[in-house]
């Protein structure tokens, strides 16, 4: 069975930046879209941002647009999410999670139901 591990949350000043990294174990990265949602308490969780297997499609919240950029380094079986210019209401849980067996120039960022497998979150608190 493959593994999702998130790390790099922690604590930051509004306005600051923090980079999370999803180490992927045990999965065809090479084939597979890798999407970032997050979930504040009481809400739903939201999608962030996603990007396709190829690498060629990245897609982004309308919360999150030209403040956070998604990338992945396939060698290394990891994907980050570089988060700047964070505000209080960026405040959530972040979760990685893998669609398998789905290469190509898409991902999708609609729904979370699409992802096969997820890590266990890492936390990031933006204080004002």
């Known amino acids: 069975q493959g593994q999702l591990v998130e790390s790099g949350g922690g604590l930051v000043q509004s306005g600051g930046s923090l980079r999370l990294s999803c180490a992927v174990s045990g999965f065809d990265l090479d084939n597979s879209a890798i999407a970032w949602f997050r979930q504040a308490p009481g809400k739903e969780r939201e999608g962030v941002s996603c990007i396709s297997a190829n690498g060629f499609d990245a897609r982004y919240g309308d919360s999150v647009k030209g403040r956070f950029t998604i990338s992945r380094d396939n060698a290394k079986n990891t994907v980050h999410l570089q988060m700047n210019n964070l505000i209080p209401t960026d405040t959530a849980v972040y979760y990685c999670?893998?669609?398998?067996?789905?290469?190509?120039?898409?991902?999708?960022?609609?729904?979370?139901?699409?992802?096969?497998?997820w890590g266990q979150g890492t936390q990031v608190t933006v204080s004002s």
């Open positions: 999670g893998i669609r398998t067996a789905y290469s190509g120039s898409y991902c999708p960022l609609n729904f979370d139901g699409l992802y096969d497998h």
